[in-house]
């Protein structure tokens, strides 16, 4: 071992330290708060391991007589918005794939630049007449502008990459394209489906802007109702916090479970996107 | 959109087609439901509020077609110019900062060393994680009295600050939250960029003894440059866009000094419920990132070309 070498490796074990310490210490410091009582919230300088931790803050969370609907609604409107996107966004993609129309991107491309909210406008008109507010199906229809574009994008990348030769040997055989696309180019294109699954999962449970405008007391989704805790308790940091945590813990952990995917995901979709 | 002409040919059943005329089946059916639902939900709304933004539009009164006076109104409107630098101060900053700690990052992370994916899961859990529950910490954390950032300001000598409480820094304090977010994706992009890159030109460079920042200058930034512009883009497009962040820590304030266009929008539309004024806004809001990202491409290919000329003196 040479000292050069020692040195370079110290070196980059304090380079890592430096880059992924702000990820690290802040999500301490989150549970930190979340398991505090007031007194340790309250107290200057600030207690990092408080003597007794205030589990109570949790169970404060689930207690409350409205988390476990909003919590449902999260995983309504989630797992339908994600649904349908696979529903009609994977054929799509392959569709797409298949007849090389490269231009049709434009579209998502189109929906990946508008911002959120020119949606809503119409949107919610729409839905207004149709006397859908108060429901949850407007959520479900408007999260569709996050998923549908992410599926359809991430598929087309998978599906350009599958080898074609098996799906014209099929076709020759006397196949229809559904029966190529169900069981030569689906379960090829298998870990292409969780990306683009785990991907809009994430952008549509974290989605908050559609929920502002459309949700009322009894649809608040998780990011909202985290958000209306803010406005009306602004001083017990504690179930605040803990409010927070237990929102975007599902997203931590399929996070560093599925971290690959992810990774395979946004690099393809984003350098793409470009 | 092109591509009606492209399959309509073989729009009738193909299996009754001689192997010799094999042509390529229609893949029509597949897409159809997905455009179904993108013409409800991406297409109608655009040609809706490009409608919309032509009428005097108020909830709960009759709507008055009044032509381009919405648009008229927006270099009149004070809080609307004033949200177009606040938009464009803003974007500037978020894009310049994660591009240099991304691509930092993504030199460390290209390096080979134990847990990396591990490490490189918790490095991007920011971005992964829901922006309003991250905003509320952040919130708690930029408190003047309580909050930990100025607790640990004091620990190396600087006075406190007042952070998203005071207008002159609430801008900068909340790119901080955005450069945090979102330096990950940089990073990803940028180590995309950095397996790309071939050995060789590394090998020489070594023998003829470069050292570590010649070697980030002169091999590394040219050959990574395509992956930076990406990231550039994308960062742009977002930090333009961005809303979750400062409307749950600031909603815009304090007073309207971190009101971005997208955050005006949001009370033009759902506060005041003027959606003739706020569908214009949405217009020119879309037209504008459009035209960011011109002047992004208009500036890579004026990079491109001196650097270009550059290596090959």
């Known amino acids: ?274 | 959109m092109s591509v009606v002409t492209q399959a309509s040919p073989a729009a009738a059943e193909n299996n009754a087609a001689p192997a010799r005329e094999w042509r390529p089946p229609s893949y029509w059916p597949f897409v159809i439901p997905a455009l179904v639902v993108v013409l409800a939900v991406i297409i109608f709304p655009w040609v809706f509020t490009i409608w919309m933004s032509l009428q005097e539009w108020k909830v709960g009164s009759p709507t008055v077609f009044v032509g381009l006076a919405n648009y008229l109104r927006l270099p009149t409107d004070p809080r609307f110019v004033e949200a177009v630098g606040h938009t464009l101060s803003y974007t500037a900053l978020s894009v310049v900062l994660p591009l240099v700690f991304g691509t930092l990052a993504a030199v460390v992370f290209h390096q080979k060393f134990a847990a990396r994916g591990f490490l490189r899961g918790i490095f991007i859990m920011p971005m992964m994680a829901t922006p309003v529950a991250i905003a509320l910490v952040w919130t708690m954390m930029f408190h003047p009295q309580l909050g930990v950032l100025n607790y640990l300001l004091s620990l190396v000598g600087l006075p406190p600050q007042l952070w998203v409480f005071n207008p002159t820094t609430v801008i900068p304090s909340l790119v901080l939250v955005e450069t945090w977010q979102w330096t990950p994706l940089v990073m990803l992009i940028v180590l995309g960029g950095l397996a790309a890159i071939p050995t060789e030109p590394y090998e020489s460079a070594q023998i003829d003894g470069a050292n570590f920042w010649q070697v980030f200058r002169f091999i590394t930034l040219p050959l990574i440059m395509p992956f930076l512009f990406i990231a550039g883009m994308i960062r742009m497009i977002d930090a333009v866009k961005s809303f979750d962040i400062i409307f749950a820590i600031t909603q815009g304030g304090p007073g309207s000094a971190s009101e971005t266009i997208n955050v005006y929008l949001y009370s033009v539309a759902f506060v005041y419920y003027d959606l003739g004024y706020g569908s214009a806004i949405a217009v020119v809001f879309f037209l504008l990132i459009v035209a960011l990202a011109g002047l992004l491409l208009y500036l890579r290919k004026r990079l491109l070309w001196t650097s270009a000329l550059g290596d090959g003196a």
């Open chain 1, 1 to 274: 071992m040479n000292p050069r070498y020692i040195l370079g490796r110290i070196g980059l074990w304090l380079s890592v330290f430096v880059i992924v310490s702000p990820a690290i210490l802040f999500f301490l410091w989150m549970g930190s708060l979340s398991l505090k009582f007031e007194i340790d919230n309250a107290s200057y300088p600030p207690v990092f391991i408080p003597e007794h931790f205030a589990w109570k803050n949790y169970a404060d969370v689930f207690a409350s007589n409205r988390f476990l609907t909003y919590f449902s609604n999260s995983l309504i409107v989630t797992g339908c918005a994600t649904g349908l996107a696979m529903l009609v966004g994977v054929p799509a993609g392959y569709g797409i794939a298949r007849m090389a129309a490269h231009k049709s991107a434009i579209v998502i491309l189109i929906a990946r630049i508008t911002p959120g909210l020119s949606y809503l406008i119409p949107l919610f008109l729409l839905f207004q007449w149709l006397g859908l507010l108060g429901t949850l199906v407007p959520q479900i229809i408007i999260h569709l502008v996050v998923t549908v574009p992410i599926v359809i994008w991430i598929m087309i990348g998978y599906f350009e990459t599958t080898p074609l030769e098996l799906e014209e040997a099929a076709l020759i055989d006397g196949a229809t394209r559904w029966q190529v696309f169900r069981h030569v180019a689906l379960p090829i294109a298998r870990p292409g489906l969780a990306v683009a699954f785990i991907l809009a999962v994430i952008f549509s449970w974290n989605n908050f802007v559609f929920g502002i405008v459309l949700a009322g007391r009894e649809t608040r989704t998780l990011p909202v109702a985290v958000y209306n805790m803010i406005s009306f308790d602004q001083l017990s940091w504690g179930p605040l916090a803990a409010a927070a945590l237990i929102v975007t813990a599902p997203v931590l952990l399929l996070t560093v479970l599925a971290q690959r995917q992810i990774v395979a995901g946004l690099t393809a979709g984003a350098v793409k996107g470009g």
